[in-house]
């Protein structure tokens, strides 16, 4: 099956292009960006060797269900989504911080608090938790971007507003907008019978001054999903819950002794497994959703992108 790796588009209007591991993103005249999904995969921070067919159609659909689903609460930067890879959105000067929230006890945080520490970017955590209990009420724990490219650093409000990273009526608004939106992926994800267990937001700031949501959301590779059926009988029982997010291919890529670490070779993925991981991709989708996945048309799929973004952008 044909696949997007790296493209080499010429839009009408364009400016510059940013690639990022996953997303192509191409600025349109200064006021507009066409953001592809790729076909690439990512863990441990390294791109893979093979991409996955249809993985950046599936994101590229989840994330846009999902910003139409919350755009009466929050606005948010697309304008329109003229093909399944891509959407199209207005260019915003994005904030230097990743509104990161967490409605359970799992992952960075409950690393942190297994090595004993009860703060997390200056927000306490409860005594006598165990792995993905829920919290009392879901904690707001930011990240900032290191220079370099380097991982993403956890930063506490104090810290960002003593830096002047963002003012602190902008970062009222961040707040704010991360905790209605969480509220509400948590309620889409009720009915699909899973849990949003925790995610991130990116916000920016149009010319006109006013904040919006920007990027992808609640996605298999910005959250993590618990399925809501069996989740209290395996915490009473101190059992792994079963999650709905890419860490499947984490997993595997864990037994097969890579953890993009310095020195450890990526496993050869077969034929087999990419139609695998691309099933698998496509189940979350239809999880998360709740939606039937179609398959896009891939006989070609760089001259079908250029013909559907380059006709949107007569229209704008």
């Not at 507009?32 to 159609?57: E, T």
């Not at 960002?160 to 889409?188: A, C, M, N, P």
């Not at 037994?255 to 020195?263: D, I, P, S, T, V």
Request: hydrophobic content about 35%.
């Amino acid at each position: 099956m044909n696949t997007i790796n790296n493209t080499n588009f010429n839009f009408p209007g364009q400016k510059d292009v940013y690639k990022g591991k996953v997303r192509e993103v191409y600025n349109i005249n200064n006021e507009n960006l066409v953001m592809i999904a790729s076909d690439r995969l990512s863990a441990f921070d390294v791109i893979m060797p093979k991409q996955i067919p249809f993985k950046g159609q599936i994101l590229n659909q989840i994330a846009s269900y999902m910003l139409e689903s919350t755009k009466d609460i929050v606005p948010n930067w697309l304008i329109a989504c003229p093909d399944p890879n891509v959407a199209i959105g207005h260019l915003a000067q994005p904030f230097k911080v990743e509104m990161v929230i967490r409605g359970y006890l799992s992952g960075h945080a409950w690393r942190e608090y297994e090595a004993g520490k009860r703060f997390l970017c200056g927000v306490k955590m409860p005594d006598g938790m165990k792995e993905n209990d829920k919290f009392p009420e879901p904690i707001i724990t930011p990240s900032t971007k290191a220079d370099g490219g380097l991982h993403d650093e956890d930063i506490s409000r104090e810290e960002i507003l003593r830096q002047q990273i963002v003012s602190e009526e902008d970062y009222l608004v961040l707040e704010d907008y991360t905790r209605k939106l969480f509220q509400r992926g948590t309620e889409i994800a009720a009915k699909r019978d899973l849990i949003l267990v925790d995610t991130k937001y990116e916000f920016g700031k149009l010319k006109s001054g006013k904040v919006v949501l920007i990027d992808e959301i609640h996605t298999p590779d910005s959250s993590r999903y618990f399925y809501q059926d069996g989740y209290q009988e395996r915490q009473d029982r101190g059992e792994t819950q079963k999650q709905l997010s890419k860490e499947f291919v984490r997993q595997w890529l864990i037994e097969n002794g890579f953890q993009g670490l310095k020195g450890q070779v990526i496993p050869e993925m077969s034929d087999e497994k990419i139609i695998e991981i691309s099933d698998r991709y496509i189940e979350l989708y239809e999880n998360i959703t709740g939606e039937k996945f179609q398959k896009a048309d891939t006989d070609d799929i760089n001259v079908r992108i250029n013909q559907n973004v380059t006709s949107f952008l007569k229209t704008l």
